[in-house]
C-alpha cells in the first residue's frame, strides 16, 4: 500500500535537494555581480574625482573672470625682489579695451611665496603678477562679457567634500597653521574649490583675514557660483578695512546671482552692523 | 461516485508476460519477423538476447502464441535448472513418454532418435542463463541431432561469454538482440496499451513532457516503464479517491512521476 504523505513529504525533501546547489550558486554568482558592482562603481568615482580635477584645471585656464568685474587690489606685504607667481588674469579675457577702471584681483605675496615654498605648483595658470600689473587699480564697473563655465562641481559632491573635511577638522581641531597646511597641500594637489573655501573659512575663523581673502579670491577664480566663497571674500575685505571694495562686491555680485545671503551681509554692512 | 479510470487503468501495466497484451512496435516487429523467419529455415538455434526488460519473454510468449497453431512448439518460462529434469520434462512434453527415475544425456538421445516424428519441434527456452554451463553444452549437442531446434533468450550477462565460445557460435544460425525503447515508441506503446483497455481519458493525459519524463527515468524500459506507470496510476487512484483537487485531468503531474519513481526506486531521494 503507499504511503502518500510519505511520498509526499520525500518528494519535498527531493525537489530541496535537487535546487539546494542551483540556490547555492546563484549565491555566489550574486555576491559575485555585487562585488563587481561596488568595485566598477569605486573605479567610477576615481575616474569622476580625477575627471573632476582635470575640470577645475580647465577652468582655471580658460576662464578665470569671477563674475563681478570688481578686481580688488592686492595685499601689499611684497618685498620687491620676490618673484611672485603669474596670478593676472589674461587681459583679453577679462577686461574689455572699453573699460574705464580696473581692478586687478591677486594674492598677497606671502601667501604665493608659501605656496611656492612648499610644492612646485603645477598649475601653470596660476600665473605670476608682475609688479606692473600688482598696481592698484581703482573699482571698474559691470563687465558685460561674462564667459560661462561648462564644468561645475556638483553641489553635493561638494557638500560631501565639505562634511568629509569638516570631520576631519574635528578631530584635530586645534587651528593650527599646521592642520590647515595638511588641507592645503590636498589643495594644491587636485585644486579642489571646495577645499580652498574650506580653508579660507579657517583662516577666517583664525582671524587670518589675509589668507581668507587670498584663499576666497582662488576659490571665486575657481568657481564663480560658491556663494560662501563671496561672503567670505567680503567678510575678509571688511576685517582688512576695505569696506568700500567688499561693498562694491558684494554688489556686483547680487547683480549677477540674486543671492539672498550677500544682500543680507550687504545690508548689514552699510548699517554698520557688520564691521 | 464515477468509476476511478485510474484504477483500471493501472492494472494494463502489471508486469505479466501476456502474448494478447503483445504491442506491436515497429522496432519490436521487425525483430518479431525475423525471429519468426529464424525458426521456420532448417537452423539448429537462435538465440535473442538483450537487457533485462527488453521484451525477450514477450517476443518469445508472442512466438509460442503464434507458432503453437501451426507446429510443435514448447515454452520453457522457468528454467529446469537439474538435468535429469530437463530431459525427463522434454520427454514427457515431446514423446509423451513418462518417466520414472533417472534420466541421462544417453538415454533420452536414444528415446529422441527412435520415437521422434520427422517434424522438427521447437524447444524455447526463456531465462538460458540460468542453465549451468553443462547443461548448455548438452542443449548444443541435442542441437547438433537436428531432431530438435532451440530458440534460447538470455541476459546480457557473462552468459555472453559462453556463447562467445567458438564451438557454440557456430551452431548459433541466428542471434538478435533486443534494445530499449525511443521516447517517441514509448508515447506510442503507452497511448495503444491504454486504448486497449478503452481508458482514452488517461491516454489523453499522457502528453510529450509527460512521456519524456518517464522515458528519462526509465531510459526506455519496458519492465521498469510498467512499475513505474503502475505505481504512477495507483498515486492518482489515491488522490482521485481521496483528494481530487490535487490532480488535473489535462495532464500528468510531474510532481506525481518522480513520486512514482521514487516508491519504485528509479529516483533516488
Not at chain 2, 520453457?76 to 535448472?81: E, L, M, R
Given at each position: 500500500m503507499l504511503n502518500i504523505y510519505e511520498l509526499e513529504k520525500r518528494w519535498f525533501y527531493y525537489k530541496i535537494k535537487v535546487y539546494l546547489p542551483y540556490f547555492f550558486i546563484m549565491i555566489f554568482l550574486g555576491l559575485i555581480l555585487t562585488f563587481l558592482v561596488f568595485r566598477l562603481n569605486e573605479k567610477k568615482t576615481i575616474q569622476n574625482s580625477s575627471t573632476l580635477s582635470k575640470e577645475k584645471i580647465e577652468v582655471n585656464t580658460t576662464s578665470i573672470t569671477p563674475p563681478n568685474p570688481i578686481i580688488p587690489t592686492p595685499i601689499l606685504k611684497i618685498p620687491e625682489e620676490q618673484v611672485v607667481p603669474k596670478q593676472v588674469i589674461p587681459k583679453e579675457q577679462v577686461i574689455p579695451k572699453n573699460e574705464v577702471k580696473k581692478v586687478v584681483l591677486s594674492p598677497s605675496v606671502s601667501f604665493i611665496e608659501t605656496i611656492v615654498i612648499e610644492t612646485n605648483v603645477t598649475n601653470k595658470d596660476i600665473t605670476k603678477p608682475t609688479l606692473e600689473e600688482i598696481t592698484p587699480i581703482e573699482v571698474q564697473p559691470v563687465i558685460k562679457k561674462i564667459v560661462k563655465f561648462t564644468a561645475e562641481v556638483p553641489k553635493e559632491e561638494i557638500i560631501t567634500r565639505l562634511t568629509e573635511e569638516n570631520q576631519k577638522i574635528q578631530i584635530t581641531k586645534q587651528h593650527t597653521s599646521n592642520d590647515i597646511a595638511i588641507v592645503i597641500r590636498r589643495f594644491k594637489t587636485n585644486n579642489n574649490p571646495a577645499l580652498s573655501l574650506f580653508i579660507a573659512k579657517k583662516y577666517y575663523e583664525i582671524d587670518n583675514f589675509e589668507q581668507s581673502y587670498n584663499y576666497a579670491l582662488i576659490t571665486n577664480q575657481l568657481n564663480k557660483d560658491i556663494e560662501d566663497s563671496w561672503i567670505i571674500f567680503a567678510k575678509s575685505l571688511i576685517k582688512l578695512k576695505k569696506k568700500q571694495k567688499a561693498i562694491e562686491v558684494l554688489k556686483q555680485y547680487i547683480q549677477y546671482s540674486n543671492s539672498n545671503k550677500a544682500e543680507i551681509l550687504l545690508a548689514n554692512i552699510i548699517s554698520g552692523k557688520f564691521q | 461516485m464515477k468509476d476511478n479510470i485510474f484504477n483500471i487503468a493501472k492494472n494494463i501495466f502489471l508486469d505479466t508476460v501476456n502474448p494478447q497484451d503483445y504491442v506491436e512496435l515497429e522496432s519490436i516487429s521487425t525483430f518479431y519477423r525475423t525471429l519468426h523467419a529464424c525458426v521456420l529455415k532448417p537452423l539448429k538455434m537462435v538465440l535473442l538476447y538483450g537487457k533485462p526488460g527488453t521484451g525477450k519473454s514477450m517476443l518469445l510468449a508472442k512466438l509460442h502464441d503464434e507458432l503453437s497453431q501451426t507446429q510443435k512448439v514448447y515454452l520453457?518460462?522457468?528454467?529446469?535448472?537439474d538435468e535429469s529434469e530437463f530431459y525427463k520434462t522434454l520427454a514427457q512434453d515431446l514423446l509423451s513418454v513418462n518417466y520414472e527415475g533417472e534420466l541421462n544425456f544417453t538415454q533420452f538421445i536414444k528415446i529422441l532418435n527412435n520415437l521422434l516424428s520427422k517434424e522438427v519441434p521447437i524447444i524455447l527456452l526463456d531465462e538460458a542463463q540460468l542453465y549451468s554451463n553443462s547443461l548448455m553444452e548438452k542443449i548444443r549437442l541435442l542441437s547438433d541431432t537436428r531432431k530438435l531446434k532451440f530458440v534460447i533468450t538470455l541476459h546480457k550477462t557473462d552468459k555472453e561469454d559462453l556463447i562467445a565460445k567458438e564451438h557454440f557460435q557456430t551452431r548459433i544460425w541466428e542471434s538478435i538482440e533486443l534494445n530499449n525503447t525511443s521516447s517517441e515508441e514509448l508515447k506510442f506503446y503507452i497511448h495503444k496499451k491504454l486504448l486497449q483497455a478503452s481508458c482514452l481519458d488517461v491516454a489523453n493525459m499522457f502528453n510529450n513532457n509527460a512521456v519524456n519524463l518517464i522515458y528519462k527515468l526509465t531510459k526506455g524500459n519496458y519492465r521498469d516503464s510498467h512499475k513505474l506507470l503502475y505505481t504512477l496510476l495507483q498515486i492518482y487512484s489515491w488522490y482521485y479517491e481521496h483528494s481530487p483537487s490535487k490532480i488535473r485531468h489535462n495532464k500528468i503531474s510531474t510532481k506525481i512521476v518522480e513520486m512514482a519513481a521514487m516508491h519504485v526506486g528509479l529516483l533516488d531521494a
Open positions: - | 520453457y518460462k522457468t528454467p529446469i535448472i
